[in-house]
Nanobody
Framework: QVQLVESGGGLVQAGGSLRLSCAAS????????MGWFRQAPGKEREFVGA????????LYTNSVKGRFTIFRDNAKNTVYLQMNSLKPEDTAVYYC?????????????WGQGTQVTVSS
């Protein structure tokens, strides 16, 4: 059974940084994708970015390009979301998810989420 555990959320001032972690367990993920999503209060869930476990190639939604970086440590089965230059509009619960393809992340295995709050 796949288990994903996010950590690293918290309260930060605008312009600050946070690094989120997503530790995965339960099987091997060599050929899977790992994605980050977020959901702010009263808003729909939003795709933030994703990475292939095998290649480490990431992709991002436009609103976070140049500010957020996704990378992974295969030995630790952990994917990270480095968030810099944070803005109040980045405030949300952040989730990680894994699936065999990026297109199927929404229906894959999900973590419990971690709260990120950016104060102005």
């Amino acid at each position: 059974q796949v288990q994903l555990v996010e950590s690293g959320g918290g309260l930060v001032q605008a312009g600050g940084s946070l690094r989120l972690s997503c530790a995965a367990s339960g099987r091997t993920f060599n050929n899977d994708a790992m994605g980050w999503f977020r959901q702010a209060p009263g808003k729909e869930r939003e795709f933030v970015g994703a990475i292939w476990w095998s290649t480490g190639i990431p992709l991002y939604t436009n609103s976070v390009k140049g500010r957020f970086t996704i990378f992974r440590d295969n030995a630790k089965n952990t994917v990270y979301l480095q968030m810099n230059s944070l803005k109040p509009e980045d405030t949300a619960v952040y989730y990680c998810a894994t699936a065999p393809s990026m297109a199927s992340l929404s229906s894959g295995s999900w973590g419990q989420g971690t709260q990120v709050t950016v104060s102005s």
